[in-house]
């Protein structure tokens, strides 16, 4: 018996493979009329570069071994590392701001649930060299561009926040611990509120301190809007927020003040809950979830201006996103919105009689080199079941050879969803529509 496939690991056969790889065609040409450039990166790095830079839970999960020269290489369960080493090497002659997109398989050891597989594909975009929040601005907006392009309109929102003010609030209620603060405050929605103030309470927050941060977090329900955004944040300002903190207030005034110019006043909240998990974010952070609050969010991502720093590069301000494929496709078919498989072909060739075959080959090929997917039937059919691969195929029309009442030189084109047919001259079969 023939081992099945790993666990956390899935097989993508036809109709699915093709339906990601348009998913995946329609997100690079967004990007792309963003002005954003794709960068590759290699598959396996060294571990190295995931002990310091992306946190302690990240290299926990990293698939880690040994190559043969006996050195720690894992692969890749993000791309954001990869990305500042190849940018350090690149510093002195390329031109800011960088604008760059991936798309790549990443691997986690992580516990497969909804949402999560140990093998899954992101599709980065970065930002590097623009120190304010037009960096921000431009990710998110072209965030929504790739989100619409791929049928997720009106599915999603925007939660942003920003971790200077969430440091701020941790420090006004008296946390003393910011990691377990931002853990503690990441599951609020995802614990009772007795052990979420117990979380709190091992980060320091005094007990009445505690039960304000509910109460706070509660009214800010599933999101600020940009209309209410600046009464919350001065509310919080008045109770006493350091300037650290208030800077952070001041960035996301200003961040939803260009956001709104983008559009995007509709599906942008501010959100004092998310925090973002990796250890380099240093400020603005956002994700993106379904607007019915189900399952884990499409795409996270946040400023991370001290990283290049990290990898011995010069300072550079840094902003970025990943958009993850699985949770991405689960928001899709809820939707009803996930492709079918590959674009559908334009032409297929049908022949009356067998020993056509080779002149439907040609036809093929001169369709096909003319830009028009084309095909034929390969296993010598008869036109009735020609008919139905072609309809299968979702071929648009089909081209048939050898009917005995057409014109001399000519072939007879079918559409295939009215079923009307005309004759057009074999020279001009082959141009595209």
């Given amino acids: 018996m023939s081992p099945g496939v790993l666990r956390g690991f899935r097989d993508y056969p036809p109709p699915e493979a093709g339906a990601r790889s ?38 926990a999960e990293t698939w880690l071994f040994r190559d043969k020269g006996d050195r720690p290489v894992a692969l890749v369960p993000e791309q954001t590392p990869s990305l500042a ?15 760059w997109f991936t798309v790549a398989k990443s691997w986690r050891y992580e516990e497969p649930q909804a949402g999560r597989t140990r093998e899954f594909l992101q599709f980065n975009l970065d930002l590097l060299g623009v120190p304010g929040v037009e960096a921000e601005a431009d990710l998110l907006a072209t965030a929504a561009l790739i989100l619409d392009e791929v049928g997720a309109q009106g599915l999603y ?51 009445d301190g505690a039960r304000e941060l509910v109460e706070r977090f509660r009214a800010a329900g599933a999101g600020i809007g940009p209309a209410e955004l600046d009464a ?11 300037e650290t903190a208030k800077a952070g207030a001041t960035r996301l005034r200003a961040l939803f003040r260009l956001l709104e110019k983008s559009g995007l006043a509709d599906r942008i909240v501010f959100d004092p809950t998310v925090v973002r998990g990796l250890a380099y ?37 840094a902003a970025g996103l990943a958009i993850g494929d699985q949770t991405l496709e689960i928001l899709l078919k ?3 919105r996930w492709p079918e498989g590959e674009p559908p072909l334009d032409t297929f060739v049908v022949v009356a009689d067998a020993s056509l075959g080779p002149e439907a080959v040609k036809l093929v090929d001169e369709l096909r080199r003319a830009g028009v997917s084309a095909d034929a039937d390969l296993l010598g059919r008869s036109m009735s079941r020609q008919f139905r691969e072609a309809a299968r195929r979702r071929s648009r029309r089909a081209l048939i050879l050898g009917l005995k009442e057409a014109t001399p030189g000519a072939v007879v084109e079918r559409d295939l969803a009215t079923g009307a047919q005309r004759e057009v001259a074999r020279s001009a079969a082959g141009r595209p529509a």
Avoid: W
């Fill in 22 to 59: 348009e998913i995946r065609r329609r997100m690079r040409a967004a990007a792309r009329r963003a002005g954003y450039a794709e960068l590759e990166l290699p598959s396996v790095e060294s571990f190295e570069l995931y002990q310091t830079k992306s946190g302690e839970g990240i290299a």
């Fill in 232 to 242: 919350y944040l001065s509310a919080l300002e008045a109770r006493g927020l350091d």
């Fill in 334 to 336: 809820a939707a009803g």
């Fill in 281 to 317: 974010y240093t400020s603005t952070v956002f994700e993106a979830f379904s607007r019915r609050g189900e399952g884990r969010s499409v795409f996270g991502g946040g400023r991370y201006d001290h990283l290049i720093e990290l990898f011995d590069g010069p300072p550079t301000p």
């Fill in 85 to 99: 080493r190849v940018f350090v090497d690149r510093a002195k002659s390329e031109p800011m701001p960088v604008k």
């Fill in 157 to 207: 929102a925007f939660r942003i926040n920003d971790r200077a003010l969430a440091e701020g609030l941790g420090r006004l209620f008296g946390a003393t611990q910011t990691t377990r603060f931002f853990r503690a405050v990441d599951r609020f929605r995802k614990v009772p509120p007795a052990e979420f103030e117990g979380e709190l309470a091992e980060a320091g927050v005094t007990p």
